[in-house]
């Protein structure tokens, strides 16, 4: 018999909040963290980004711990975890595994020549000391589905019976790094992003953490997580493919897997990052599996595209989302721009959420597919 | 002119890392990105790049890039009439 | 779940200028810089394939091992699917150094989106996915040593559940001139016992 495993606790921290509760309310009246920065540090003219305050950061750190030498990352993910960690109460031995997701870690340490700094399981062992893990950590570092990636390999861990709870954390930082980067790929909106719109022209990059807790343990279950695959499209290294055939297998195996047809999915957290070629991969992978008529949004609008974080950080809102029974306005998206019909989610609106979908996509043609069922 | 294309050319097998290929095979007309030299949209990017390092171009609109690197000629015609270094 | 056997088709180790499979040296060169033993390898491969030349020294590693194992393996018309698990240690280091070097002088601010792109691990994952046509699962884990314990479980656990029929694994390590690749597929039929004993000896040769 397979075991179930569902997500029982989440957490985040974002611009627009330092918990789920205040996410939701700001997301409610759609207010976005994505604002006008300028910062000569990180890019050499003002830029759209959704980026934490420091102050805020510093001061809400200050009330879990005076230990000092965190860096900027460590702390937005110390803060993600401390919550869902005390709440939980689950103990720290052998049975219990700690995930992190990232793409880029401590990537500002090479600012200074730290290369020391920036390994990522250096950044998995300075968490993992800090609340006293047991098990080695294990870091899940694939381009942007990393965040829902993480879900799934705790999934398939405790499953396969090698754990039994599973603590993910999911986070990257803003940094000159990733700022120059996508901007040398012209990826970067000079305004902010507008998912699945016609004059749709890039990304606005942010940064958050998200913090999930994994666990066959159906008591305190938020969500099940019923399907998952991650299928490669085998096409190019950092465009989708044309047809979306990775997206379409990876959302097809989900189904199968949580044993659903596609007409049973009653919300899609898609990827959305407002690149004309990613919002129109989707856009083709949804119709060819008959998804064009499910409410879908972007969460991007709010948070822009915090790499790493993403996948995790919108599965905690779209969880949220099924909770509530409630469906968020895609934000920024104005009028459609991709060449398939697909339904954008165009003000917050209840609805019915029994299953939903949630699809990430990212650099080496990777993408993921989890299928979440409410519990009742 | 001639020294001009043959110095884009050059630039072109190094910057793109092009193994395998001389100055001497890539012809002015020939097609640089699709059949020809196969180029894709990374090397697009590289190429925008190159010509604000090389020749102080800055490209202000990147669909430009379409046009201007159609072949070596149509970047040496535009990089002569545009070049600030 | 189907718990049946699993075992090590084939291997390969690259390190020191040396390409090891299925326990044997295959091709050597003299002491000489990764760039010039990898062109070479790639020469002895006697693959047709430019866009090598493009990726960064951590993806040339990657597809290099990965060409050795699965040259035989997979014939790029049929549909399979040979999952790819991967892991090191030092992620895509050696390559975000070179990026941040492209980005640190403002008087010479010149990023390169050839070497950005190369700026995450799973890159490799991608090369290796196009050239042979792999649409199949794939994830990138970064590990502070090899974990042959992680990487048994896991390939298991996919094979298992039917998310692949076939795992090639990998522990690509790049970082400054120094490197190891441990590659290895895993399938339910071969010579040797896919196990974490059996795993460590192969990577310690």
């Given at each position: 018999m397979i075991k179930e495993v569902y997500i029982t606790e989440t957490n985040c921290i974002t611009p627009i909040g330092f918990d789920v509760a205040s996410n939701i309310k700001n997301i409610r009246n759609a207010v976005s963290g994505i604002q006008l920065h300028d910062k000569p540090k990180l890019f050499n003219a003002p830029f759209y980004a959704s980026i934490i305050n420091d102050s805020d950061l510093d001061l809400a750190f200050a009330k879990v711990t005076s230990t000092e030498n965190y860096s900027r990352l460590e702390k937005m993910m110390i803060l993600a975890l401390e919550p869902i960690i005390k709440k939980s109460k689950v103990l720290f031995n052998e049975r219990t595994v700690f995930i992190l997701s990232t793409t880029k870690g401590n990537v500002t340490a090479l600012e200074t020549e730290n290369v020391g700094s920036a390994y990522l399981n250096q950044?998995?062992?300075?968490?993992?000391?800090?609340?006293?893990?047991?098990?080695e950590p294990i870091v899940v570092s694939n381009a942007c589905v990393s965040g829902i990636l993480a879900v799934s390999v705790a999934k398939r861990l405790i499953q396969a019976e090698l754990y039994d709870n599973a603590f993910i954390v999911a986070g990257d930082e803003v940094s000159n790094f990733i700022v120059s980067g996508f901007n040398s790929f012209q990826a970067m909106s000079d305004l902010p992003c507008k998912p699945y719109s016609i004059n749709r022209n890039g990304v606005t990059l942010g940064e958050a953490t998200a913090a999930v807790l994994v666990s066959s343990n159906k008591e305190k279950a938020k969500i099940k997580i019923a399907g998952d695959s991650s299928i490669n499209d085998a096409n190019h290294i950092s465009g989708p493919s044309r047809t979306g055939e990775g997206l379409y297998r990876s959302i097809q195996k989900a189904l199968a897997e949580a044993k659903i047809n596609a007409n049973q999915i009653d919300y899609i957290s898609a990827h959305g990052t407002a690149t004309?070629?990613?919002?129109?991969?989707?856009?083709?992978?949804?119709?060819?599996?008959?998804?064009?008529?499910?409410?879908?949004?972007?969460?991007?609008?709010?948070?822009?595209?915090?790499?790493?974080?993403?996948?995790?950080?919108?599965?905690?809102?779209?969880?949220?989302?099924?909770?509530?029974?409630?469906?968020?306005?895609?934000?920024?998206?104005?009028?459609?721009?991709?060449?398939?019909?697909?339904t954008i989610i165009q003000k917050n609106e209840d609805a019915t959420i029994q299953y939903f979908l949630k699809t990430a996509s990212g650099f080496g043609g990777c993408n993921t597919a989890v299928v979440f069922e409410k519990v009742n | 002119m001639e020294a001009l294309k043959q110095e884009l050319k050059s630039k072109i097998i190094e910057v793109l890392n092009l193994e395998d290929v001389a100055v001497a095979d890539i012809n002015d007309n020939d097609a640089l990105f699709g059949d020809g030299l196969g180029l894709d949209s990374i090397d697009a990017l590289e190429l925008i790049v190159m010509l604000d390092k090389d020749y102080g171009i800055k490209l202000v609109d990147p669909k430009e890039g379409k046009v201007i690197f159609k072949s070596i000629e149509t970047m040496a015609a535009y990089i002569d009439e545009n070049r600030v270094k | 779940m189907t718990a049946d056997k699993k075992y090590i088709k084939s291997f390969c180790i690259i390190q020191n200028n040396q390409v090891w499979l299925n326990g044997e040296v295959v091709f050597e060169t003299e002491p000489t810089v990764f760039s010039d033993f990898s062109k070479k390898t790639y020469q002895f491969l006697e693959m047709n394939y430019p866009k090598f030349f493009k990726m960064d020294n951590l993806s040339k590693l990657a597809f290099l091992g990965s060409e050795l194992l699965l040259k035989t393996e997979s014939n790029s018309l049929e549909e399979n699917s040979t999952a790819l698990v991967f892991a090191n240690k030092s992620s895509s280091l050696d390559t975000d150094v070179k990026y941040q070097n492209s980005i640190s002088d403002p008087e010479n601010y010149y990023p390169s989106p050839a070497v950005f792109v190369y700026t995450l691990p799973n890159i490799c994952l991608g090369e290796i996915s196009i050239r042979h046509q792999l649409k199949s699962e794939n994830s990138f884990f970064i590990f502070a040593n090899y974990n042959p314990v992680f990487m048994e479980k896991y390939s298991n656990i996919l094979l298992e559940t039917e998310k692949a029929d076939k795992v090639l694994c990998g522990w690509v390590e790049y970082y400054n001139e120094d490197y190891k690749a441990f590659l290895y597929l895993v399938d339910r039929e071969g010579e040797l016992e896919h196990n974490q004993e059996i795993l460590k000896k192969l990577y310690n040769k």
């Open positions: 950044l998995a062992k300075t968490i993992a000391v800090f609340f006293g893990f047991k098990t004309p070629f990613n919002d129109e991969m989707e856009a083709i992978a949804l119709n060819r599996l008959g998804l064009e008529n499910v409410p879908v949004n972007s969460l991007k609008g709010f948070y822009g595209h915090t790499l790493g974080a993403s996948g995790l950080l919108e599965t905690v809102i779209s969880i949220q989302s099924a909770l509530e029974n409630k469906l968020f306005v895609s934000l920024g998206f104005d009028e459609i721009g991709v060449s398939q019909p697909i | - | -």
